[in-house]
């Protein structure tokens, strides 16, 4: 079964800086999707990015770009330029599709900081 | 266009009770999820339903369910209410898309928070 993994369950950033947040992830299937949420403290999930696991370049959207490393299976979310709105919980997901079931499956989330 | 509704925002039941929560789509979208998110916790996931039926379940017991109506909108129901099903759950919906590529992005509502006394 799918399995994602977030490490580290807080970080703190000053405002204008680079983070990186860092996801693994284990699948036997060879076609998979990763995904990107945040979630701020209102509660409703954002969803910032996707890489596909056949996609050749690297995904990026404004601010935020994805560093997949299929080899190492790590998908780690790169926020540059990190701004006081960035503060929220960050969830990197996978795609599940055994059993036909299209759901995600989500890490346990990073809780990101940025202090000003 | 509306994003996916969730009401009530908040509901506080005592044990025993039952909890209704809805859900409606974007319009245009025919798969709805269910997910809960305990306090400090990931999200686990509950159900999914496409075309009014249950796709798939996830590791929940069976006094969790739901029903998705021809609208596309959807119900969850908690039975027997236990102090640990306080939480968050999240409904997301997104096109059914049967060939199964592209992101099959979920986009969610701002879910429903159940406090169980």
């Known amino acids: 079964a799918q399995k994602i993994t977030q490490t580290q369950p807080g970080m703190f950033v000053q405002e204008k800086e680079a983070v990186t947040l860092d996801c693994t992830y284990d699948?036997?299937?060879?076609?998979?999707?990763l995904f990107w949420y945040k979630q701020p403290s209102s509660g409703e999930m954002i969803f910032l990015i996707y890489?596909?696991?056949?996609?050749?370049q690297n995904a990026t959207e404004g601010r935020y770009s994805l560093n997949f490393q299929k080899a190492r299976k790590s998908a780690n979310l790169v926020i540059s330029a990190s701004q006081l709105g960035d503060s929220a919980m960050y969830f990197c997901?996978?795609?599940?599709?055994?059993?036909?079931?299209?759901?995600?499956?989500f890490g346990q989330g990073t809780r990101l900081t940025i202090n000003p | 266009e509306a994003g996916v509704t969730q009401s009530p925002t908040h509901l506080i039941k005592t044990r025993g009770q039952q909890a209704t929560l809805r859900c409606s789509p974007i319009?245009?979208?025919?798969?709805v999820y269910w997910y809960q998110q305990a306090l400090g916790l990931g999200l686990q996931f509950l159900l999914w339903?496409?075309?009014?039926?249950?796709?798939n379940r996830g590791n929940f017991p069976p006094r969790f369910s739901g029903r998705q109506f021809p609208n596309y909108s959807s119900e969850l129901n908690v039975n027997a209410l236990e102090l640990e099903d306080s939480a968050l759950y999240l409904c997301a919906s997104r096109i059914m898309d049967l060939g199964g590529s592209g992101a099959n992005v979920l986009t969610f509502g701002a879910g429903s928070r159940l406090t169980v006394l």
């Open positions: 997901a996978m795609r599940d599709v055994i059993q036909g079931a299209q759901k995600l499956v």
């Open positions: 319009s245009g979208h025919t798969s």
């Open positions: 890489q596909g696991s056949y996609d050749q």
């Open positions: 699948t036997s299937d060879p076609s998979y999707g």
């Open positions: 339903y496409d075309e009014g039926e249950e796709r």
